[in-house]
Structures are given as structure tokens and as C-alpha cells.
């Protein structure tokens, strides 16, 4: 997986990026700019968390993915993981943001996260 053809990994792999509007409406033109991409791919995640797509599995297969572009050898995309997929957990809900550090990040993803914290002047949990 390289950060060149990242866009076109997503939309592969998870083609439910294209089915729901509220992340097509994200994509405002195709483009091959991760950064503008992105939005979409973290608006299909959080659709998952609030409940509004109830699927478990392509939840996971997300997290499961953003843990396996943060280990990455490519330091394009643990940087591109880490502000478009991690920042933003920062600003859900509590209730659910407990939820997803607790439960749902993987090894490295967590790692990332907690560097994130002293950032957002957060303490450490």
C-alpha cells in the first residue's frame, strides 16, 4: 500500500463509500488528493459509530484497515491515518469516544492516538 494510490484502495475496498450519500457528498470532485479524499472515508466510520449504518463488520474492516495503513512503511499515509481518521475522534461524543479507544483501536492506531493527547492538552487515560 502506497499513499499515490491510497484513494483508489479505499474506494476498493470498501465500496460502501459510494453508497451512502452523506460520503458522497463529502467527495465534492474526483481528485487524487488523499487529504480531500479522506473526509469521506472518516464521514463512512462515523456514520458506523453513531449507529446510523449498523454493520459491525465493515466497522471493524475499517478499523482493521486504519491499523494497517498506520503501520505502514509509507510515512505519507500514517501521517495522512492519523489526521484524517484519528484527529477527528477527538470531537464524537464521549460516550462514544471512550467506546472507540477502548474497543476498537488496534495496536499501533492507539499508539498514534496517544500522541495525539499532550496535542489536545488531554491527559493520558
Not at 491499523?67 to 470531537?91: H, K, R, Y
Not at 479507544?101 to 496535542?119: G, I, N, S, Y
Amino acid at each position: 500500500m502506497i499513499y499515490a494510490t491510497i484513494i483508489d484502495t479505499v474506494l476498493a475496498r470498501f465500496p460502501e463509500i459510494q453508497e451512502h450519500e452523506t460520503c458522497r457528498s463529502r467527495i465534492d470532485e474526483p481528485n487524487d488528493l488523499p487529504y480531500l479524499f479522506f473526509p469521506a472515508f472518516w464521514q463512512l466510520l462515523e456514520l458506523c459509530l453513531v449507529g446510523t449504518i449498523n454493520d459491525n463488520r465493515l466497522m471493524n474492516d475499517i478499523f482493521d484497515f486504519m491499523e494497517e495503513v498506520a503501520t505502514s512503511d509509507d510515512g505519507g499515509l500514517v501521517d495522512l491515518v492519523t489526521v484524517e481518521m484519528l484527529e477527528p475522534l477527538f470531537g464524537l461524543p464521549y460516550g462514544i469516544y471512550k467506546k472507540v479507544v477502548k474497543h476498537h483501536l488496534r495496536p499501533k492506531t492507539l499508539e498514534l492516538h496517544h500522541a495525539l493527547l499532550p496535542f489536545f492538552h488531554i491527559p493520558n487515560p
